[in-house]
């Protein structure tokens, strides 16, 4: 019945918030105020009786339909195209390009420009979930049992960014202008915008004329990142069978030293086809054993009891660690679970640390723990690593068995836990026996720079 009504609720505030958003968008500032007007004389006009306030309704009505009127008429020929930066950072100020260019025969000013972005109506669950955040404790008993303000603020994030109208200066006749918008991404992952529109006010500056241009766009928003301090990454180099792909210049890379016989069982991706032509007879290439310094980090996607907030606070920490310094000749392997198991390498001669945190930027949280299957991953290739670093939001008995499975294999590990306390998301009363000193450390999503800042050794 809850959730019936919860989902009730939020068709209603979708209207009201298009409605709103229109009032807002076409009338100017003088606009608002005219319409502010007309509304409180008709109320005081109710009784033509008593008072003469319906005359000035009429009058202030018939203002705004001649006002509506006479933007029909505007029919502007501006050509508008958006140039976008690669990627952007959220919480971070930046700024875009837009080129205008005016094919008219006449000049046109007093106008103004806005971009839209495309709107992400927050679920039932979102907006449920999001009722714990410090922002909805703050307000009123009537707006925090409602909801608007949060559902207002959840539209915002969806969309990734508050563009505001920007003045467009005058734009001569055949000429094209250029015009900075600022922009500040509120969340990760991709912002995707979807027009442009020029306005310009009537005569009587109360309503604005628009001209709207379908202008498709896509704009990617990296994790926050956080100052790291020099960690002690042990570096303890392993063998890795077969080498890592593309990792010529990493450790004791693959290098070819010399040409031999064909020995059967050799693979065919071996044969040194030149010397085989050559020859008459097949040869394969030999190649230097490879051993690499090499270290995973481990994302556990799963929310549990967390709110989102926490989740997108992990995802901050491992994007900075990915973002920090580390041994030159180390490998990173950014390892987390969705549908599968995906692990994403970087390092030197590999994929670059902005490749990653593209990546990174579109993980989404689980609501099925899937743990047991990350985990049976790491074990596969647990002899190759020199450490390994966990983050996540939840800490429970299978977690802790796991990290102390780690100490007792001698592999550098540090757990880190998403949470405002040290209380842990799951009763540990039933721990199994000797899984105890395995405890994470705390990361608060209100002091996340603060308390990285406290980290040390990877172990």
């Not at 410090?134 to 994030?157: I, Y």
């Not at 549990?304 to 973002?323: D, L, W």
Request: glycine fraction near 6%; proline fraction near 6%; hydrophobic fraction near 40%.
């Amino acid at each position: 019945m809850r959730h019936w009504f919860v989902r009730r609720l939020l068709r209603l505030f979708r209207v009201v918030s298009r409605v709103s958003l229109w009032f807002e968008t076409r009338f100017t500032v003088t606009g608002g105020l005219v319409i502010g007007g007309t509304i409180a004389a008709a109320v005081f006009g109710v009784d033509p009786r008593q008072t003469l306030a319906y005359l000035l309704a009429a009058v202030l009505v018939s203002v705004i339909a001649i006002a509506m009127g006479l933007s029909l008429f505007w029919r502007p020929q501006l050509e508008l195209k958006r140039e976008l930066p690669d990627t952007v950072t959220v919480d971070s100020p930046t700024s875009y390009t837009v080129l205008i260019r005016n094919h008219s025969t006449r000049s046109e000013y007093n106008l103004v420009i806005s971009d839209e972005l495309r709107t992400i109506y927050p679920s039932a669950d979102t907006f449920q979930r999001a009722a714990t955040n410090a922002r909805d404790r703050s307000l009123n008993w009537f707006d925090r049992r409602v909801g608007f303000p949060r559902w207002l603020d959840l539209l915002r994030t969806g969309r990734g960014a508050h563009l505001k109208p920007i003045p467009v200066p005058m734009i001569p006749a055949h000429a094209m202008i250029e015009v900075t918008i600022p922009l500040t991404p509120l969340r990760r992952g991709k912002l995707i915008f979807t027009s442009l529109e020029i306005k310009r006010p009537d005569p009587m500056g109360i309503f604005f004329a628009k001209h709207r241009v379908k202008a498709y766009g896509e704009l990617v928003s990296l994790p926050k990142r956080y100052p790291v301090p020099p960690l002690q990454w042990i570096s303890q180099r392993h063998f890795h069978r077969g080498g890592v792909a593309l990792a010529a210049t990493v450790g004791d890379s693959e290098e070819f030293i010399g040409v031999r016989d064909y020995r059967p069982g050799d693979p065919l991706r071996h044969i040194h086809w030149r010397s085989f032509a050559k020859r008459g007879a097949p040869v394969v290439k030999e190649h230097q054993d490879e051993f690499f310094d090499r270290h995973a980090l481990v994302i556990d996607t799963f929310l549990g009891h967390s709110p989102p907030a926490h989740f997108e606070a992990t995802i901050a920490v491992a994007a900075s660690f990915i973002q920090c310094t580390r041994p030159h000749d180390s490998i990173l392997d950014l390892v987390f679970i969705e549908q599968k198991v995906w692990q994403i390498t970087t390092g030197r001669g590999l994929s670059n640390n902005r490749r990653v945190l593209t990546y990174l930027a579109e993980l989404q949280y689980s609501h099925t723990d899937n743990f047991d299957h990350l985990a049976a991953y790491l074990r596969r290739y647990l002899d190759q690593l020199a450490s390994i670093i966990m983050v996540g939001t939840t800490w429970d008995t299978t977690r802790q068995v796991f990290v102390k499975e780690l100490h007792h294999r001698r592999l550098r590990c540090r757990a880190l836990q998403i949470s405002e306390s040290d209380v842990r998301t799951t009763d540990l009363s039933r721990t199994a026996p000797g899984a105890s000193g395995a405890e994470p450390q705390t990361i608060r999503p209100s002091m996340i720079e603060h308390d990285i800042a406290h980290l040390a050794t990877l172990g």
